[in-house]
């Protein structure tokens, strides 16, 4: 290995100044059915946290299951 070269290693974490970790209460909700969505302000747990972030997710999982049909057992990832 060369010298420049860092080794990624799971114990080896930024300091907890450089962490970012959030909470999220969220809203959850159904548009359209098969549509869904959630949405909520993150609020940063860590000095390396931006304080206030906000997310949304959109769910198109019953959609994407009628374009390719169904699994014999009812999930679609199988």
Known sequence: M?????RLLIDDNDPLSRQQHYIFPI?????LEGFEYNLGPGFGLTRGSDHVIMKVNLELER??????GTSPNSSWFH
């Open 2 to 6: 060369r010298s420049s070269e860092k």
């Open 27 to 31: 809203l959850w909700g159904e548009l």
């Open 63 to 68: 959609f994407v299951g009628a374009i390719f």
